[in-house]
């Protein structure tokens, strides 16, 4: 316990030397402001700003990208509020009862409740990331090469059952991820797989450019297609957070903080499940269930706490498992990468004080959001209403150098141009994103663990389903893919309830 | 404060519609070029050496996980076509849930497509920089700001100007000279 105390006070004299306070500052506000905008999501935010940090020693560029996602998360319910749009899809369920609260003329008052929300969501996560990362850390030096492609495994199928409604789109997206992290020269023979005699295709396809062109390129074209919709006008009442409000749901913020967390550290599930799964939780439990939807104070709170601790929590499997619980945590991961940083099992032996510069990063991010939440409501309203016309130019040449500055190869424009298209054509045929991206960062991971597990095994595949650990992920894969056959979810569920039902009825 | 109120500005709503279902004539489609697409893949995979030589076994095999995704994504094709036809595919003139994307939609993603693709594809690289971009802002903002009406379009086109040449000079210091990013 001294230890980690120890660590964490390292962890924040580390990061809060030099002109990090300055950083986090800036990179806060773009966060919320590209959080903020329709159209403009923190998966986006996070990818464009990995370019910004290039040069940057590699603590304070983590520390500029995990304030850009903090932030971008918590903006999104800016516009929900006062617009009735989500900036990003993770507030969605913000907009269910944050709009209603400003049609009542209460914006300010929702803003207050989304600030403090918000801001104790990702205390609660990152005090769990604090808490149970070291530990899940070092378990998961255990894991071998046939856990971990049933842990890659694992990630690709959850995130194709929960993430976009259809389960079979979902498993797709992810096989399509998988495929496409296959493209280039392969680690045993150096062959180039799929490259056609290409040699820009020899050296596979930029995980970020792929990134910008999914995430940039189609939601510029996403943002372009369509008609513009009314939005409010606003007067902002206050925007202070309420001590009552808080200390009355105090259970509620306690609920979606750990549902938030949990959700979050599940394989690239991410922040709008983990806000929907909390307001849906709040919804059961709360004794004015009849408000929901129609300015429920306690509705807005389990959303945006929810979608807020799921942000620390993403980042657990990430450096737990080098799996990321999210888009943005992907694209979070591919930083790291970038910066010579290698999360995962390992992390827990090399670098332990890592761990803990990420809670002090996270905390820090937390308290200057804090601060912009109370201040930054006028001008943020005003930026919201910049017209797509001259905002989508502006971030489509964004993307641009974004792809272009890794490698400094034209060729990477292309591919973020392609992966755009192409993402934007599998969006509108209402295949998930998620799934695609978690595919394109784990198909390194499944595929050199299965060859590795086969040529240890000599080709048995027996001991990717006997090893303890292995049999219980496989397990939970084949559960998984059950449950999403038709009919087959319903009759889990009878089951389960005659058994325990069963069970309940049976004599001590 | 009101929802409705006519004078209030426009925002669009990227989201809007995401949840609306697809219908199963395109998921036909699309399942035909996955399976397409998932087999084309599984053919390349088998045509891969297998350097049994090397390895003793050929269980590193380069085509091996390819292979792998490109068949499940045929068989999950199959599946999802198989769906859309029980869902009514080749039912004649059955509209399904679709929304119709209106005319006006589909000109304004050409346009867009077409120009970032001109941007991306052919005026970067070619062009100085913050030129290409000018230009490239200047045509985006000017041209979908046209359909406005004459009443303020010569404001609007000075504005697009400026943003344009605003935007190639900002990318220029902040990426180049401030965070020493190379630019194309």
Not at chain 1, 18 to 30: D, N, R
Request: glycine content about 12%; charged content about 15%; proline content about 6%.
């Amino acid at each position: 316990m001294l230890d980690a105390l120890g660590m964490l006070g390292a962890g924040f004299a580390h990061v809060l030397q030099g002109g990090a306070a300055f950083h986090a500052l800036w990179a806060t506000l773009v966060g919320i402001v590209i959080g903020a905008l329709p159209g403009l999501t923190a998966t986006m935010g996070v990818a464009l700003l990995t370019t910004l940090t290039f040069s940057m020693d590699h603590s304070v560029a983590l520390l500029v990208l995990v304030c850009v996602y903090v932030g971008a998360i918590y903006g999104g319910s800016r516009s929900a509020i006062l617009l009735n749009i989500p900036g990003t899809p993770a507030s969605a369920a913000s907009t269910l009862d944050g709009y209603p609260l400003a049609r009542q003329g209460l914006a300010g008052r929702a803003m207050g409740i989304s600030t403090s929300g918000s801001w104790l969501g990702t205390l609660f996560g990152t005090l769990c990331l604090a808490l149970f990362a070291p530990v899940i850390g070092e378990y998961a030096l255990e894991f071998q090469s046939y856990e971990m492609f049933w842990v890659a495994m694992f990630g690709i199928v959850i995130a194709g059952s929960l993430s976009g409604g259809d389960p079979l789109k979902g498993y797709i997206a992810g096989f399509l991820g998988l495929f496409v992290a296959t493209i280039g020269q392969e680690a045993n023979h150096a062959y180039p797989r799929f490259a056609f005699g290409s040699t820009d295709l020899a050296g596979g396809l930029g995980l970020l450019p792929v990134l910008v062109g999914v995430f940039g390129v189609a939601e510029v074209l996403s943002a372009m297609r369509g008609p513009a919709v009314r939005a409010v006008s606003s007067k902002i009442d206050s925007v202070i957070p309420r001590l009552r409000d808080v200390l009355q749901y105090w259970r509620t913020i306690l609920r979606s903080g750990a549902i938030g967390t949990f959700i979050g550290a599940m394989p690239g599930l991410g922040e709008d499940i983990a806000a929907w799964t909390s307001y849906a939780a709040a919804k059961r439990a709360s004794r004015e269930a009849e408000r929901f939807g129609k300015g429920s104070i306690e509705g807005l709170m389990a959303a945006e706490t929810g979608e807020s601790a799921c942000v620390p929590g993403a980042i657990i499997p990430v450096l737990t498992l080098a799996v990321p619980g999210s888009a943005p945590a992907a694209v979070l991961m591919a930083a790291m990468m970038i910066h010579g940083l290698n999360p995962g099992p390992m992390l827990a032996i090399t670098t332990p004080e890592f761990i803990y510069q990420i809670v002090a990063m996270l905390i820090v991010a937390d308290m200057v959001k804090l601060f912009y939440g109370l201040i930054l409501v006028r001008p943020l309203l005003w930026v919201l209403l910049i017209p797509r016309e001259r905002l989508m130019p502006v971030v489509f040449v964004l993307c641009c150098v974004g792809a272009f500055a890794i490698t400094s190869r034209l060729f990477d424009v292309w591919v973020m141009l392609g992966a755009g298209l192409v993402g934007f054509v599998l969006r509108e045929l209402r295949f998930p994103m998620a799934p695609l991206v978690l595919g394109i960062v784990l198909g390194d991971l499944l595929d050199k663990n299965l060859l590795r597990g086969l040529v240890l095994s000599g080709g048995d595949v027996t001991p990717f389903f006997t090893r303890p650990i292995s049999a219980v992920l496989a397990g939970l894969v084949a559960l998984m893919l059950l449950m999403s056959v038709p009919g087959v979810n319903a009759r889990l569920a009878r089951g389960a309830r005659g058994l325990f039902g069963a069970l309940r009825r049976r004599p001590a | 404060m009101s929802g409705s109120d006519p004078a209030a500005p426009e925002v669009h709503s990227p989201f809007a519609g995401e949840r609306a279902p697809v219908s199963p004539r395109a998921d036909l489609l699309a399942a035909a070029v996955l399976l397409a697409f998932g087999l084309a893949v599984l053919a390349l995979s088998l045509r891969m050496p297998t350097f049994a030589e090397q390895s003793g076994t050929g269980l590193t095999a380069p085509g091996i996980v390819p292979g792998f995704h490109g068949t499940v994504i045929a068989l999950l094709a199959l599946v999802l076509g198989l769906r859309a036809v029980r869902r009514g595919a080749l039912r004649g003139g059955a509209p399904g849930p679709a929304r119709a994307p209106r005319r006006q939609d589909a000109l304004r993603l050409s346009a867009a497509a077409a120009l970032g693709t001109l941007y991306a594809g052919f005026l970067v690289g070619r062009l100085p920089f913050w030129l290409a971009t000018a230009l490239f802002v200047f045509a985006f903002t000017a041209g979908f700001e046209w359909p406005r009406g004459p009443a303020g379009r010569g404001r609007r086109l000075a504005e697009a100007a400026a943003l344009g040449l605003g935007t190639g000079w900002a990318v220029q210091l902040v990426f180049e000279d401030l965070f020493l990013v190379r630019l194309p």
